[in-house]
């Protein structure tokens, strides 16, 4: 009968040890979900970060290569209004010393 008892009690133990054992795992299956949630939805927030911040580069490019064009043009328009101007200068130059305008 000692024997019996004595198997008895060794898996009852058994059986509570399992049982908590399940529970444990049960809650770290739930809690792990929990963290696969907010993990994803991290993720789906930073994709649509990334997305913004790559259009507003490319924007940005864009508009920084209208830029680039646009003082080009800007460039050359002075370019030729300072040759004008010295052109001037150097005809109003001759004029005074008795040249020729040509």
């Known amino acids: 009968m000692v ?3 004595r198997e008895i009690s060794s ?7 399992h ?3 399940q529970a444990q795992c049960e809650q770290t299956v739930v809690d792990t979900q929990g963290l ?12 649509e970060n990334i997305a913004f911040l790559t259009q507003a580069i ?3 490019t864009a508009l920084r290569a209208q830029q ?7 460039q050359a ?6 040759d004008a ?11 005074h010393q008795g040249g020729s305008w040509i």
């Open 36 to 47: 696969l949630a907010d993990a994803e939805a991290e993720l789906a927030q930073t994709i």
């Open 68 to 74: 680039a064009a646009d003082y080009a043009i800007s």
């Open 19 to 21: 049982a908590e054992s």
């Open 58 to 60: 490319e924007d940005g």
């Open 3 to 5: 024997v019996c008892e």
């Open 77 to 82: 328009k002075h370019q030729k209004a300072i």
């Open 11 to 17: 898996s009852a133990s058994k059986r509570d040890a």
């Open 85 to 95: 101007l010295t052109d001037a200068l150097r005809i109003i130059g001759n004029l």
